[in-house]
Nanobody, 124 residues
């Protein structure tokens, strides 16, 4: 079965950096668009970033553009989210997700596979 396992979360201070990893198994990783979503306390889950299978196209939420970078290593079946200049409002559970659709990849509805999530807390 498909498994997505996130790692790298934790407690950091504002301005710090973190890198999340998501290791995938049970799917042809190089054929999937990979996405990161997050859900802050009391908020709906929201799109953060996505990367096409070939890594030639990346997409970001306006709130993280210029601070976060999504990348992937198809040889390792892993997608990464480098997060710089973290802010308290970045505090959330971060989820990795996989989609085999081409369109609408900013919507969580397009992602049938999800990881369990990893908590990031940014203190001010």
């Amino acid at each position: 079965q498909v498994q997505l396992v996130e790692s790298g979360g934790g407690l950091v201070q504002a301005g710090d950096s973190l890198r999340l990893s998501c290791a995938a198994s049970g799917l042809t990783f190089s054929s999937y668009t990979m996405g990161w979503f997050r859900q802050g306390p009391g908020k709906e889950r929201e799109f953060v970033a996505a990367i096409r299978w070939s890594a030639d196209n990346t997409y970001y939420a306006d709130s993280v553009k210029g601070r976060f970078t999504i990348s992937r290593d198809n040889a390792k079946n892993t997608v990464y989210l480098q997060m710089n200049s973290l802010k308290p409002e970045d505090t959330a559970v971060y989820y990795c997700a996989a989609s085999d659709l081409y369109r609408n990849i900013l919507s969580e509805q397009s992602y049938p596979y999800w990881g369990q999530g990893t908590q990031i807390t940014v203190s001010s």
